[in-house]
Nanobody, 122 residues
Framework: QVQLVESGGALVQPGGSLRLSCAASGTIFGINAMGWYRQAPGKQRELVATITSDGSTNYVDSVKGRFTISRDNGKNTVYLQMNSLKPEDTAVYYC????????????????WGQGTLVTVSS
C-alpha cells in the first residue's frame, strides 16, 4: 500500500506565501506524473498544476506566474510554492500521483492524498 501525505496548509494573509509538500510512502517502484488539485467550498475539484517525471510542468491559468510546482524524485516528494496568494486561492489542496507500488508493479495507479487546507484571508 502507498500513501500520499500533504503538509503546509495554513491561514495566510492576501499577498502572502505558502509552500505545500506531499510525500509518498510505501513500497514504491516508480512515480510518473504528480500534481496538485484544489477544491473550494461549494465548487468542484480543479487541477492546479502537474509535473512529469522529467520535470515538465503545467499550470491552470489562474495560478500562472504565482505558483511553482517542483519535485524531488529521490524523496518521492512534490512541492507547490504559492506566492501572491489571493482569497480565491482558499481551498483544500490535494496531492495526486501515478504510482507503481507493490503488488501492482506492472502499472501506474492513481493515488490521492487526504488534503491540506489553505485559507487566504485578512
Amino acid at each position: 500500500q502507498v500513501q500520499l501525505v500533504e503538509s503546509g496548509g495554513a491561514l495566510v494573509q492576501p499577498g502572502g506565501s505558502l509552500r505545500l509538500s506531499c510525500a509518498a510512502s510505501g513500497t514504491i517502484f516508480g512515480i510518473n506524473a504528480m500534481g496538485w488539485y484544489r477544491q473550494a467550498p461549494g465548487k468542484q475539484r480543479e487541477l492546479v498544476a502537474t509535473i512529469t517525471s522529467d520535470g515538465s510542468t503545467n499550470y491552470v491559468d489562474s495560478v500562472k506566474g504565482r505558483f511553482t510546482i517542483s519535485r524531488d524524485n529521490g524523496k518521492n516528494t512534490v512541492y507547490l510554492q504559492m506566492n501572491s496568494l489571493k482569497p480565491e486561492d482558499t481551498a483544500v489542496y490535494y496531492c495526486n500521483a501515478g504510482v507503481r507500488y507493490y503488488p501492482y508493479i506492472n502499472s501506474y495507479r492513481e493515488v490521492w492524498g487526504q488534503g491540506t487546507l489553505v485559507t487566504v484571508s485578512s
